[in-house]
């Protein structure tokens, strides 16, 4: 059974700080990894994709994979009041691109 | 920027009914996929769909399912005899060969009465 886990928070960071939202994966063979922002009620929306061991950054996001600890992290920097919402977190395997797993997601609010 | 797109974005039927739920993907993408997420809930797979025939499909993808790529551009969830526990969100995506990004239509909220 191949797994993407999350805890549902919520997490509650303070205006400005830096969030910190974790995933660990059951799957040795899932080799992609994403990472969305879900507001209530609407659809995900992608905000970054890791592809191999290490950080990958763009703007305020952090992106972290260790494939070795099989967890996967996202990093937001001077945290917003609109950065508050869902997070998922999302695996595919590279054996197979049929199928995304999804985490249930951490909620995230951010308190000016 | 492009973006999939989803209509209708609220449906409401009857019980027993027969519902289509529409999508138009990215026009360069190639592989399609459903989603649902009933409210609450964490996000669930239910059918992908290459090369005009179903690559992949859940458990809770069952007879009562049915996907069609009816031309070029559409991409249409058939759900059948609807049942009360049917009602969710529904959400379409689609990625490029070459990349796992998958992006997501705004969603049809399907709610059964």
């Known amino acids: 059974q191949k797994e993407v886990e999350q805890n549902s928070g919520p997490l509650s960071v303070p205006e400005g700080a830096i969030a910190s939202l974790n995933c660990t994966y059951s799957?040795?063979?899932?080799?992609?990894f994403f990472w969305y922002r879900q507001y209530s009620g609407k659809s995900p929306e992608l905000i970054m994709s890791?592809?191999?061991?290490g950080d990958k950054e763009d703007g305020r996001f952090t992106a972290q994979l260790n494939k070795a600890s099989q967890y996967v992290s996202l990093l937001i920097r001077d945290s917003q009041p609109s950065d508050s919402a869902t997070y998922l977190c999302?695996?595919?395997?590279?054996?197979?691109?049929?199928?995304?797993?999804f985490g249930s997601g951490t909620k995230l609010n951010v308190k000016p | 920027e492009p973006e999939v797109t989803q209509t209708p974005s609220h449906q409401v039927t009857q019980m027993g009914q027969e519902v289509i739920l529409r999508c138009v993907p990215i026009?360069?993408?190639?592989?399609f996929y459903w989603y649902r997420q009933i409210l609450g809930q964490k996000v669930e797979f239910l059918v992908s769909?290459?090369?005009?025939?179903?690559?992949?499909k859940s458990e809770i993808f069952d007879d009562q399912f049915s996907v069609e790529r009816p031309d070029g551009s559409n991409f249409t969830l058939k759900i059948r005899s609807t049942k009360l526990e049917d009602s969710a969100m529904y959400f379409c995506?689609?990625?490029?060969?070459?990349?796992?990004?998958?992006?997501f239509g705004q969603g049809t909220r399907l709610t059964v009465v």
């Open positions: 995506a689609s990625r490029p060969t070459g990349t796992g990004e998958a992006f």
């Open positions: 799957d040795r063979g899932s080799q992609s």
């Open positions: 890791i592809y191999s061991n």
């Open positions: 999302a695996g595919l395997p590279s054996y197979n691109f049929n199928k995304f797993y």
């Open positions: 026009s360069n993408h190639l592989y």
């Open positions: 769909f290459y090369n005009n025939e179903i690559s992949e």
